[in-house]
């Protein structure tokens, strides 16, 4: 899908600066049980019972560095900085995931964008701490600044999970379409929003549906051509989906019609080869 969205895309002149990078895994983190709740309209909240595995590992609480090293090494860790770390466990489920982020950011804030998208689908973690805040954020948390959008959110979009604030897959996936167009198309955001809303259930009608109501947003009009090309893409699966199933059902019909032709040609050499011997039987008598 990279290459025919690159190409789509190539038509498009203007520039933004890139602000982080953010490279997803090939496909998306594994379902659990308690995850697959999660994708209803109105996903229940976590309960603090689920939070209590999650924590942060930091280098001065193992025996030396390493441990550490050797932590990495193996994948039971996965580096945030260069004194910390969390477990590649909680790190593959929505609800670890959800509880990693709530235990580095203030209480009560309102994660959105690619923290957002971090937390409902997986992959590498972020480079920036996306925040709806008005606040400016001077210090860097486990070697990430903080970027906050100073947005106004309809409650409706917000969903908590325990402490985390965050936003809703569907108002994720529009956040991530009113990135600029650079930081888009070179850090893979595409592949990101798509895969989320593969995973929830959100087609490309749910999320323009949406941007209406989200004209005043600044790249407003180059988050729809984004969400027209998913529209055109799905399309495209679509047909491919049916002629598929068209070609399946001929190749069906006719197995079934080649069956029919040689239980008649069959039964047909049978009686030939009857006759005679039924002449032979009437002669002799």
Known sequence: MRGFYAARMEQQSYTQPTLFSFAPESGTAPRTERDSRLCEPNPPPIRESDLDGAQLIHKKDLPGPLSFAYLQRTRAICELDSQSAYRSEDGASLYGRAAIMARMLPLG??????????????????????????????SAVHGRPIRAFARKVAPAHIITLAQLRITKPLRTVCDLALLPFDERANQGLPETAYALMHQYNITSGQCLAMLDELQYMHNSHHARSLLEFFQDYELHQARMESLEHRTQAARERFHNASCEASALENGLSRQLAVQPARRAQQEQG
């Open 109 to 138: 804030a309102q994660v959105c964008c690619t923290a957002a998208a971090w937390v409902w689908i997986g992959g590498d973690f972020p480079d920036t701490f996306d925040l709806l805040s008005k606040s400016h954020f001077r």
